[in-house]
T-cell receptor, first 110, second 115 residues
Framework: EDQVTQSPEALRLQEGESSSLNCSYT??????LFWYRQDPGKGPEFLFTLYSAGEEKEKERLKATLTKKESFLHITAPKPEDSATYLC???????????FGAGTTVTVRA | DTEVTQTPKHLVMGMTNKKSLKCEQHMGHRAMYWYKQKAKKPPELMFVYSYEKLSINESVPSRFSPECPNSSLLNLHLHALQPEDSALYLC??????????????FGEGSWLTVV
């Protein structure tokens, strides 16, 4: 059975204090790993798709990386507006179903 | 900005009411989804439509009835719901290309409260 585990559950950062979120996964036939950002009461906002080990993608202060067993979402010099829950999800084979992790809630204080 | 549009944003309904949630996308995607999300939990898949045909039903109770009138529209008809069905209902879409790995884009969601 696919497993996606995110850590930590919650992360409190000072503005400008860089950190990383972890997403470890066990899935056969990984077809894609996805990162989403979700603000309270809103739908998940797509951030990145990673397909193969070694791949990296960046967007503003966020950088996502992928290995064969885990993915990291690095937040560089975060700002209060980066506060959100970050969700990791994996997609395997020809299955439509995304397997989500429980999320990491990031709070950035000014 | 999300290109998956959901209406209404908020809905309060009684247990004997019939209501519908609506979703529209104009990205040319041929796979559309309904997800349910409870507070502080990740989204859970309910239904998948592929090329306007129901492809997956994740054992969802029959009080939830999906409909895909065309490739851009997706509805979720609600009838005789229970208070525990109160949640954020998310519509999503993706390209429908095999093998998988197609990015799924979510709408803003419809907050449903059953009283």
């Amino acid at each position: 059975e696919d497993q996606v585990t995110q850590s930590p559950e919650a992360l409190r950062l000072q503005e400008g204090e860089s950190s990383s979120l972890n997403c470890s996964y066990t899935v056969s036939g990984l077809r894609g790993l996805f990162w989403y950002r979700q603000d309270p009461g809103k739908g998940p906002e797509f951030l990145f798709t990673l397909y193969s080990a070694g791949e990296e993608k960046e967007k503003e202060r966020l950088k996502a990386t992928l290995t064969k067993k885990e993915s990291f979402l690095h937040i560089t010099a975060p700002k209060p507006e980066d506060s959100a829950t970050y969700l990791c999800a994996v997609h395997r084979g020809n299955d439509y179903k995304l397997s989500f992790g429980a999320g990491t809630t990031v709070t950035v204080r000014a | 900005d999300t290109e998956v549009t959901q209406t209404p944003k908020h809905l309060v309904m009684g247990m004997t009411n019939k209501k519908s949630l609506k979703c529209e996308q104009h990205m040319g995607h041929r796979a559309m989804y309904w997800y349910k999300q409870k507070a502080k939990k990740p989204p859970e898949l309910m239904f998948v439509y592929s090329y306007e045909k129901l492809s997956i039903n994740e054992s969802v109770p029959s009080r939830f009835s999906p409909e895909c009138p065309n490739s851009s529209l997706l509805n979720l008809h609600l009838h005789a719901l229970q208070p525990e069905d109160s949640a954020l209902y998310l519509c999503a879409s993706s390209q429908d290309e095999l093998p998988g790995g197609n990015t799924i884009y979510f709408g803003e969601g419809s907050w449903l409260t059953v009283v």
